[in-house]
């Protein structure tokens, strides 16, 4: 069974940043894309930013977080990052990683940013 861990959430001002960290179990995670997704309350989740498998050279991130997100990924670690700098009020939202969109089968619990005015 597949089973996603995110962390790194937390409570930041506008401006601030943070780095949210995503771990999974039952996957060959290092040979694996991942992306991180967001859901605000009352909004459907969204992509934010995928990393390719293996050494993570292709990154892709949405629109609205390019130049203030980052995303990579520690083969040593077996861990996926996303650095988020420049947090605004809209970046509010249970942040979760997972596979391509096509291939989820479930979720894990998202790790809550919230982005203080």
């Known amino acids: 069974q597949v089973q996603f861990v995110e962390s790194g959430g937390g409570l930041v001002q506008s401006g601030g940043s943070l780095r949210l960290s995503c771990s999974a179990s039952g996957i060959n995670f290092g040979d694996t894309a991942i992306v991180w997704y967001r859901q605000a309350p009352r909004k459907q989740r969204e992509f934010v930013a995928r990393v390719s498998g293996g050494a993570g050279i292709t990154k892709t991130l949405a629109d609205s977080v390019k130049g203030r997100f980052a995303i990579y990924r520690d083969p040593a670690k077996n861990t996926v990052y996303l650095r988020m700098d420049e947090l605004e009020p809209d970046d509010a939202a249970v942040y979760y990683c997972?596979?391509?969109?096509?291939?989820?089968?479930?979720w894990g619990q998202g790790t809550q940013v919230t982005v203080s005015s």
């Open positions: 997972n596979v391509d969109i096509h291939l989820v089968h479930s």
